[in-house]
């Protein structure tokens, strides 16, 4: 998810060096969806890896 938000900053930036603002505004809406993904992805995972191991242990 990370990569395809960095992608989507990276298209983002280069639209918006380009003049095409309305493009850019949305690939960098789309770029901050998926790196809000991934950031609730990583908690959800890092809970539940903290919780199993206790559990296991």
Same mark, same amino acid.
């Given at each position: 998810?990370?990569?395809?938000?960095?992608?989507?900053?990276?298209?983002?930036? $280069?639209?918006?060096?380009?003049?095409?603002?309305?493009?850019?505004?949305?690939?960098?809406?789309?770029?901050?969806?998926?790196?809000?993904?991934? $950031?609730?992805?990583? $908690? $959800?995972?890092?809970?539940?890896?903290? #919780?199993?191991?206790?559990?296991? #242990?």
């Amino acid at each position: 998810m990370l990569k395809w938000a960095a992608i989507f900053a990276v298209i983002a930036a $280069v639209l918006g060096i380009l003049g095409f603002g309305g493009l850019a505004g949305a690939a960098w809406s789309i770029a901050q969806i998926f790196f809000w993904i991934s $950031v609730v992805i990583a $908690v $959800v995972l890092f809970v539940l890896g903290v #919780t199993i191991y206790r559990s296991l #242990t």
